[in-house]
């Protein structure tokens, strides 16, 4: 990546603070880099967002006022939707080409697995009726494109406001 002179863009990977989880999620689910932690103080987000280039996501003016935060998006509303229209806006995130990508639970960017590896490891209807499955390098968790994702889809359409996809 190179750096630009003149004014610096706030960096699309990003760090939510602990009130905001289900941001965080939502985020990951559309594939943008974002570090989230349940127990984590103030202090430490600030520390973790200068040495990874993170900009900050909150919804604290504390963290207005601290000098060391240089990039950071205030989130002006509690409604999810809205939260997540004005990161997408503000950083000008891309939201189309990486959704599914990463995982929930850790944020690291899944790897696809083959089929004999998740053996015993996922639901036996599941591994009987897959084909395709990604595993965490991170957690080890192991996804698989099935209902629940058709769900977050359904739901990723009313969040951004888009209109569902018909089938011709
Ligand atoms: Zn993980």
Excluded at 122 to 134: A, G, I, L, T, W
Excluded at 158 to 168: S, T, V
Aim: charged letters at 25%; a negative charge.
């Amino acid at each position: 990546m190179q750096d630009s002179p003149g004014k610096e863009s706030p960096p699309t990977q990003m760090i939510a603070d602990a009130m905001l989880g289900e941001l965080a999620r939502w985020l990951r689910v559309l594939g943008c880099d974002t570090l989230y932690y349940r127990d984590t103080s103030d202090r430490d987000i600030v520390v973790r967002a200068l040495r990874d280039h993170r900009t900050i996501l909150t919804r604290d003016t504390h963290f207005l006022k601290m000098k060391t935060v240089h990039h950071l998006v205030f989130l002006q509303s509690e409604d999810l939707s809205e939260q997540l229209r004005q990161v997408i806006d503000e950083l000008g995130l891309d939201v189309n080409t990486n959704r599914f990508t990463r995982c929930l639970e850790c944020n690291t960017l899944l790897a696809e697995v083959p089929k004999a590896e998740v053996e015993g490891r996922v639901p036996v209807y599941v591994y009987q009726h897959k084909e395709r499955f990604s595993q965490c390098p991170g957690c080890g968790r192991i996804y698989w494109a099935g209902t629940h994702m058709d769900r977050m889809s359904q739901k990723i359409q009313i969040l951004l406001g888009e209109k569902p996809e018909l089938n011709p």
